[in-house]
């Protein structure tokens, strides 16, 4: 799988949109992109994934550059208890039994 | 709907015991995966099983052993327990086609 690098930690107010960048320069064709977040000590939740569309779901929106080297997840009103580790995964799904590689992710603390 | 169980939340052992960390799922997934996380770290992939009877090595499997004798479970089993196996360990699980896993509440495991 591809490797992704994040930012260590970010701040956002709340009520804003908190925008979290991905780089993925090694992504290849196959391969999309999954955004997890892990809150306290608790396991990690799936968010939202894509391949090279802008998806959009309850929670987030993901935003796919068009050469698919970087992405964008967008909470649009981020609250209190959105500060969690977001973890940007890349990943080809059965091609490789959906092994994926969390790095250390970004910190985002949202602040009243 | 309870998803992905592990059992027990907590356990404190002695240097050079042994035990086992069990997960249970009950979304009839076939791929199940364990993760360890250090603190202010990612998680890194010790095991993971694509089926009943199919298990191999993630990037950190020394002093772990894994079975998968049905779709549903999948224990850890620690060896010798040592220091550095004090973590918090996470299991997950995949019904393929798509990276989404779905992950336990975690074990916190110290060896002392």
């Known amino acids: 799988d591809a490797k992704t690098t994040q930012p260590p930690s970010m701040d956002c107010a709340e009520g804003r949109a908190a925008n979290l960048p991905c780089n993925h320069s090694?992504?290849?064709?196959?391969?999309?992109v999954y955004w997890y977040r892990q809150i306290h000590s608790q396991g990690p939740q799936y968010i939202i994934h894509?391949?090279?569309n802008n998806e959009t779901n309850e929670m987030a929106s993901l935003i796919i550059t068009e050469d698919r080297k970087s992405s964008t997840l967008i909470l649009p009103h981020a609250t209190l208890r959105d500060t969690a580790v977001y973890y940007c995964?890349?990943?080809?799904?059965?091609?490789?039994?959906?092994?994926?590689?969390f790095g250390d992710g970004t910190t985002l603390t949202v602040k009243p | 709907n309870a998803g992905v169980t592990q059992t027990p939340k907590f356990r404190i052992l002695k240097i050079g015991q042994s035990m086992t960390l069990q997960c249970t799922q009950d979304?009839?997934?076939?791929?199940m995966y364990w993760y360890r996380q250090d603190p202010g770290m990612g998680l890194k992939l010790i095991y993971y099983?694509?089926?009943?009877?199919?298990?191999d090595k993630g990037e950190v499997p020394n002093g772990y052993n894994v079975s998968r004798s049905t779709t549903e479970d999948f224990p850890l089993r620690l060896e010798l327990a040592a220091p550095s196996q004090t973590s918090v360990y996470f299991c997950?699980?995949?019904?393929?086609?798509?990276?989404?896993?779905?992950f336990g509440a975690g074990t916190r495991l110290s060896v002392l």
């Open positions: 995964i890349v990943s080809g799904g059965n091609t490789n039994a959906g092994k994926s590689t």
């Open positions: 090694t992504i290849s064709g196959n391969e999309y």
């Open positions: 894509g391949l090279k």
């Open positions: 979304m009839n997934h076939n791929y």
């Open positions: 099983s694509v089926g009943a009877g199919i298990t």
């Open positions: 997950a699980s995949n019904r393929g086609g798509e990276n989404i896993q779905y």
